[in-house]
Nanobody
Framework: VQLQASGGGVVQAGGSLSLSCAVA????????IGWFRQAPGKEREFVGV?????????YYADSTKGRFTISKDDFNAIVWLQIHSLIPEDTAVYFC?????????????????????WGQGTLVTVSS
């Protein structure tokens, strides 16, 4: 399984950005695709996840609800992360990751240890 995140760049505060994660995997829909971010000097933080399967379900961290939207294209195996009303605190390297592990609740996806495959990350810098 390989993941390629892209779409990062420098954006002014208040703007929007769309990141994409292209996934190379057999049976894409059996993977939950999560987004994480890591700001300078901070630990990696869960952003949200596209739940595995064809239902289009998503789950977000409390800190990202409202400004972050995750969607996916099962046919082309792409997952998007849209970020609106960017703030300087959104500055981070954004990673996508894949998990095909069984879960008992959506919140299981919030733990990075659930994911066995990671992309290389894409840097988002929000200027004030």
């Amino acid at each position: 399984v390989q993941l390629q995140a892209s779409g990062g760049g420098v954006v002014q505060a208040g703007g929007s950005l769309s990141l994409s994660c292209a996934v190379a995997a057999r049976h894409f829909i059996k993977y939950g695709i999560g987004w994480f971010r890591q700001a300078p000097g901070k630990e990696r933080e869960f952003v949200g996840v596209a739940i595995r399967g064809s239902g289009g379900f998503t789950y977000y961290a409390d800190s990202t609800k409202g400004r972050f939207t995750i969607s996916k294209d099962d046919f082309n195996a792409i997952v998007w992360l849209q970020i609106h009303s960017l703030i300087p605190e959104d500055t981070a390297v954004y990673f996508c990751a894949a998990s095909d592990r069984d879960i008992t609740s959506f919140s299981d996806y919030a733990h990075s240890t659930r994911y066995d495959y990671w992309g290389q990350g894409t840097l988002v810098t929000v200027s004030s």
